[in-house]
């Protein structure tokens, strides 16, 4: 990833099986990570069972919260293309109880669809 990337807000997609194999500890024993995708410090990880956004707090980053979100409890999904003039891809998604969508900006590299169909293959069973 680029810094230009990082500064506007964009994540870079990480390679699955390096990410299994640093977030072991916070994965079950059958859980796989399917996508990973890193903005700066933060981590967005979507596996065979949930989604996982990771958040790196403070000047060092040593304090993480880890926000897990079950694909059942994600109600709709939204992604938006990149554009000629809009160089940036989004995905948002609304988890029941809250009426405000949690997103994220992409860059226009990223393959908006293969995320999609990854949230619709767990969040559309």
């Known amino acids: 990833m680029g810094l230009f990337d990082g500064l506007m807000g964009n ?7 390096d990410v299994q194999r ?15 995708y890193k903005l700066i410090r933060d981590m967005f990880i979507f596996t065979n069972r949930r989604l996982i ?12 919260e880890y ?13 938006e293309t990149a554009g000629s003039f809009d160089l940036d891809a989004e995905l948002k998604f609304w988890v029941s109880g809250n009426p405000t969508p949690i997103s994220q900006t ?7 669809y293969e995320l999609q169909s990854v949230l619709s293959d767990y969040v559309c069973k």
């Not at 707090?57 to 040593?62: E, F, I, W």
């Open 106 to 112: 992409f860059n226009k590299s990223l393959n908006i």
């Open 22 to 36: 640093e977030f072991q500890h916070l994965l079950s024993r059958e859980e796989r990570v399917e996508k990973a």
């Open 53 to 64: 956004l990771i958040d790196k707090q403070g000047l060092t980053g040593k304090k993480i």
């Open 67 to 79: 926000h897990s979100y079950p694909y059942k409890s994600i109600t709709h999904f939204a992604v």
């Open 11 to 17: 994540a870079s997609e990480l390679a699955p099986v």
